[in-house]
């Protein structure tokens, strides 16, 4: 399937964790890509890290502002009431709890909820981000990423190999091929997308899962 198409179907999927009344925060990347999806009729507040209390929807051409960025540098439209603030009392807001969920990329996460997202050693980056205290911040933190590394590879593991961002802190896993809990008891798997199969998405995952009671096929 076109990798466009996954990114948007994960999307599509990741905007059902939103209820209204939310103040969410989108992580760079594909998360981003969530606020185009926001039904109508919910009254959500998006968060950027950077000072932007009330992003919108994507940017079409004729209305980029190079001056309205998100966290990840990206174009942006500010929504009805949206309000600026500096970035010490956007992370005031983070730290200090009051977002109701997150959702953000991941390049691996453990059985346990660890999640690792901000590095892989020997590559350049620019920074840390706000992510460390995201996911420590957020009450809900859901990661949105493929099920498997460019190699083929699982990224829900018995323990993640990258350095961390936060231990214990993933709640829900969606990914291409399914949705995973994170509970006391180990991984869950609750749906499983369309065109993969359970056994598909057990062979795919490099740790023990559990299957729901009321496992959904062909779920999104």
């Known amino acids: 399937m076109d990798k466009a198409i996954v990114r948007e179907k994960i999307a599509r999927r990741a905007e059902q964790e939103i209820e209204s009344g939310y103040y969410v925060n989108l992580g760079i990347g594909m998360p981003t890509m969530v606020a185009n999806y926001i039904q109508a009729d919910k009254e959500v507040v998006l968060q950027s890290e950077n000072g932007l209390l009330g992003i919108g929807r994507s940017p079409y051409k004729e209305e980029v502002d190079p001056d309205l960025i998100n966290a990840g540098k990206e174009t942006v439209t500010a929504s009805v009431g949206a309000s600026y603030c500096s ?12 977002l ?67 231990k214990c802190v993933v709640n829900r896993l969606i990914t291409d091929r399914a949705v995973i809990d994170v509970t006391e008891k180990g991984l869950v798997l609750v749906e499983v997308a369309e065109g993969w199969t359970v056994e598909d998405v057990v062979n795919s995952t490099g740790a023990d899962l559990t299957l729901c009671e009321n496992l959904l096929s062909a779920a999104y």
Do not use: Y
């Open 87 to 98: 970035s010490a009392e956007s992370f005031a807001m983070i730290r200090g709890e009051h």
């Open 100 to 166: 109701d969920l997150a959702i953000l990329g991941g390049m691996e996460v453990s059985q346990s909820g660890d999640l690792a997202n901000w590095m892989i050693p020997g590559k350049m980056i620019k920074g840390m981000g706000g992510a460390m205290d995201i996911v420590h911040g957020a009450k809900k933190i859901v990661i949105i990423m493929d099920h498997v590394n460019k190699h083929g590879e699982p990224k829900i593991l018995k323990e993640c190999e990258l350095p961390l961002t936060g």
